[in-house]
């Protein structure tokens, strides 16, 4: 067989997808940092932060600059990106992170540590983060950019809106729906069939016993509804 030089020539790509820079430097980066290096699977460029001054040492992780230098890294071939801005009370800034993102060509995978288990069935969509020892059952669907923390139960037949985010020891039993921008404290459980409106912010330690509308917020500690409480709570 005849083999022309031409044919021995490797072909070139524009974006190694092992690379990958860190948009936020906060506590949730430290976390996503070592998520990241227990995968193994990726190079971490360093870390992009508006707040942190360049070379700012994040367990390792240097801050190269702020969102201004996604255009630049972005020519250099590095297309992916982690949003480690967790947006716990305020879920626009974690929303703002995944637009400049998106925006500027970035794309943010699904991130799961190896210590936490997918059911086959389950749904993650892009950027959605599921950290150590959490679980995901059976037919769950799991929006876009969610945050699902440590520790965490997502039972049967569970829908997660976009950039809903689960505190630790969060558990959800089956069937429970999360609108988009929920926002659920650290062990805080949810029981069957529950729904959950958009942009309710549920504090540690509650209990959810029936359906919570849109905009409320439940108090840490408390039961949902409480004997002889109205139907909305607002935030």
Known sequence: MSIDNNDLEFPHFDFDPTKVIIYGGGGLSKMIIEHVRVLGTYEILGVIDDQLAPNTDVIGCKVLGGEALLKDLYTQGIRTAFNSVGGIGNFLVRLKVFKTLAK?????????????????????????????????SGNARVGMG?????????????????CTNLSPGAILAGDVV??????????????IGVHIGARALIGNGATI???????????AGSIWPARGQGPTEEA
């Open 104 to 136: 500027a060509g970035f794309n943010c995978p699904v991130l799961v540590h190896p210590s936490a288990h997918i059911d086959p069935s389950a749904r993650l969509e892009q950027g959605v983060m599921v950290l150590a020892q959490s679980y995901v």
């Open 146 to 162: 969610a945050l699902i923390n440590n520790s965490v139960v997502i039972s049967h037949d569970n829908i997660l809106g976009v």
């Open 178 to 191: 999360l609108d988009d921008f929920v926002q659920i404290g650290m062990n805080v459980t949810v029981n």
């Open 209 to 219: 016993k029936a359906d919570v509308p849109p905009d409320t917020r439940v108090f």
